[in-house]
């Protein structure tokens, strides 16, 4: 991370005192990795060197966000694809039930 990085990631702390803020508690393993996957979705935190992971919330939508991110990183991949095909079959069971009440 250079000099820039700090200024820009320091301004939108600054910039974002009225917005509610978290610090989340994640894996010191994982937290960079949830930092960026939150970076990418345009979801505003700050991790600094030896300092727990703080997340802005915005709206609902966020914090699904984080969840889900949190989620991916700490689930087991088994547990995951278990959850996936679960999905699979809620959906394809509705569409089932929509077909058959016509």
């Known amino acids: ?9 320091q301004s939108q702390i600054e910039s974002s005192q009225a917005t509610p803020s978290r610090i989340l508690e994640v894996r010191w393993a994982y937290r960079w990795e949830v ?3 939150l970076k990418m979705l345009d979801i505003q935190c700050t991790c600094t060197t030896n300092e727990p ?8 939508t966020t ?5 889900s991110v949190l989620r ?10 278990d959850w996936l095909e679960n999905c699979w079959g809620v959906k394809s069971h509705s569409r089932t039930r929509k077909t058959d009440n016509r």
Do not use: F, K
């Open 1 to 9: 991370m250079n000099n820039s990085d700090r200024v820009n990631e």
């Open 35 to 37: 930092y960026r996957r």
């Open 53 to 60: 992971l703080r997340v802005y919330l915005h709206s609902p």
């Open 63 to 67: 914090a699904i966000q984080i969840w």
């Open 72 to 81: 991916q990183c700490g689930t087991d991949r088994r547990e995951l694809i």
